[in-house]
């Protein structure tokens, strides 16, 4: 198996159906997922079962006719592995544990993104430097396309105003990420 393949030349054999190639996407995306998970609680086996869900995400996306890919590979399957990763945690008990840590901040950042890539890699920094309040509210209204009603509901906001008030400081926190963005 050829190990320089372009991002386009591996999708084109991940369409193809070229088995082969999944090797090579295990080769160079599963350690920065791998590392995204550990540094947020995981495991090595959770990590690993969360990169097959991102393939099977993606192989899904790929076959699809109408799929047209808007940033680089990496991003995209980072993107993935990042957003399931991140529900699973809502979804256990250590989101609240990592809730009260002094709502630290997610450990790691998208690696090789290219600003031509558009807009895209400048949203994910953006999320991932976000407290995980912030971010946890802003995946559910922009990624999850929730209501703020529902959000409000589902993770216990005492009233909806609250619940706007904490979106509006959430957004007024990723303006001032993206100002200190450095301009490419």
């Not at 899904?60 to 991140?86: G, H, M």
């Not at 509006?168 to 200190?180: D, E, H, N, P």
């Amino acid at each position: 198996m050829q190990t320089d393949l372009s991002e386009h030349q591996l999708i084109e054999q991940l369409r193809a159906g070229d088995n082969r190639s999944v090797d090579l996407l295990y080769r160079r995306f599963y350690p920065s997922v791998a590392y995204f998970v550990l540094r947020n609680n995981g495991d090595k086996d959770q990590a690993s079962d969360l990169f097959q869900e991102t393939l099977v995400i993606l192989l899904t996306s790929l076959r699809d006719p109408s799929f047209e890919l808007t940033s680089s590979l990496k991003t995209y399957v980072f993107a993935i592995s990042r957003n399931l990763w991140l529900k699973q945690l809502r979804n256990s008990a250590r989101w609240t544990s990592l809730e009260a840590v002094d709502e630290e901040r997610v450990a790691t950042a998208l690696a090789d993104s290219e600003s031509s890539l558009g807009v895209y890699p400048t949203v994910m920094s953006i999320m991932i430097k976000l407290t995980l309040r912030c971010m946890k509210l802003l995946s559910s209204i922009f990624f999850d396309q929730k209501g703020m009603t529902q959000i409000m509901k589902d993770d216990g906001y005492t009233s909806l105003h609250s619940a706007q008030n904490q979106k509006y400081k959430c957004l007024q926190q990723a303006r001032k990420i993206g100002k200190s963005l450095p301009n490419e």
